[in-house]
Nanobody, 126 residues
C-alpha cells in the first residue's frame, strides 16, 4: 500500500519561508517522479513543482518559479518543497504526489500522478 505523508505546513507571514516534506512508503521511490500540487479554497487543484527520479530535472509553475525549490532524498524516500518569499496567494492545502514512472510529463497535470498524500495546510498572512 502506497503512503505519502506530508508535513511542515503552518502559518507564516508574507515574505517568510517554509519547507514541506513528504515521506513515501510502499513504492519504489527511486523509480518515481514526484510532484507537489496545491488547492486553495474554491479553486481547482493546481500544479506547483515536479522532479524526476534522480533529482536532476525539475519543473515549476510560473507562479512559484524562482521562489520554490523541489528536491528529493532517495535514501530517505522523501521529497521536499522549500518555499521562500511566500505570498498570501500561496495559501492553500499542499499535496504530495507520485508517478509510477521515473519521468514527469511535459504537461504535469493532476491526472498524470497516480498516488496522493492527504495534504498539509499552508497559510500566509499578509
Amino acid at each position: 500500500q502506497v503512503q505519502l505523508v506530508e508535513s511542515g505546513g503552518g502559518l507564516v507571514q508574507a515574505g517568510g519561508s517554509l519547507r514541506l516534506s513528504c515521506a513515501a512508503s510502499g513504492l519504489t521511490f527511486s523509480n518515481s517522479a514526484m510532484g507537489w500540487f496545491r488547492q486553495a479554497p474554491g479553486k481547482e487543484r493546481e500544479f506547483v513543482a515536479t522532479i524526476t527520479w534522480s533529482g536532476r530535472n525539475t519543473y515549476y509553475a510560473d507562479s512559484v518559479k524562482g521562489r520554490f525549490t523541489i528536491s528529493r532524498d532517495n535514501a530517505k524516500a522523501t521529497v521536499y518543497l522549500q518555499m521562500n518569499s511566500l505570498e498570501s496567494e500561496d495559501t492553500a492545502v499542499y499535496y504530495c504526489a507520485a508517478r509510477t514512472t521515473p519521468w514527469y510529463p511535459s504537461n504535469p497535470g493532476v491526472e498524470e500522478y497516480q498516488y496522493w498524500g492527504q495534504g498539509t495546510q499552508v497559510t500566509v498572512s499578509s
